[in-house]
């Protein structure tokens, strides 16, 4: 199975936690992609599920699929979120945010009774931290939050490369107008611990950093889809 194979088998075995009449939160990227087209076409022959995006991309997409939308605002209780990672341990924790959706994606995710992620087999790590864990900041004392990013690091005993996402040459601007600086760690032996510490700082929105949040991982294998379910 290619890489693409293991993601679109995982959104597919995903339909197993998808009832009709369900309020569906849709994570973002190429992952939740297959399972957005997947649940479209289902949808066109008769499953009535609404959905809330954790993305203006992944609203454009469900909606030109034809798609019934909604909001937290109308539903503020989803009954199951299905989105990628960009890693998974054994525990359930989780780095996302490589798409610049995190805040959105946490909201949602945990809105929700039931995150299901979907992931191909190179996202499942023993520690997280392979993986540059995105924090999304407000434009203003980028600089003065970045330190103090720092500080939270070396608290927990960690050293980290902290560098502003750009795109296109300019930083990057999320979904909420805020900027993101990725942090390279190598290793985060607590997660629970550095996402407290980055959550209380001035400045920083939120981390990408998903700790008991998620239930249940559908990993595609070249063996079929592994099922990790929590507790």
Known sequence: MTTEDQKKAAALAAFDY??????VGLGTGSTTNHFIRELAVRAKSGLDVECVATSRATFKLASDLGLTMTTLEKHP???????????FDGSFQLIKGGGGALLVEKIVASSSR?????ADQSKKVNTLGRFPLPVEVVPFGVN??????????????????????????KPFVTDSGNAIIDVSIGA?????R????????PGVIENGLFVDICGIVLMGTDDGVKTFRKG
């Open 18 to 23: 998808v009832k009709p009449g369900m309020k």
């Open 144 to 169: 003065a939050t970045a330190w103090k990013i720092e500080r939270a690091l070396k608290i927990c005993n960690l050293k980290g490369k902290l560098v502003l996402r750009l795109k296109e040459g």
């Open 114 to 118: 039931y995150m299901v992620v979907i």
């Open 188 to 192: 985060i032996p607590e997660p629970g």
């Open 194 to 201: 550095l996402d407290a510490l980055l959550d209380v700082i």
């Open 77 to 87: 209780y989803l009954d199951v979120t299905v989105d990628g990672a960009d890693e």
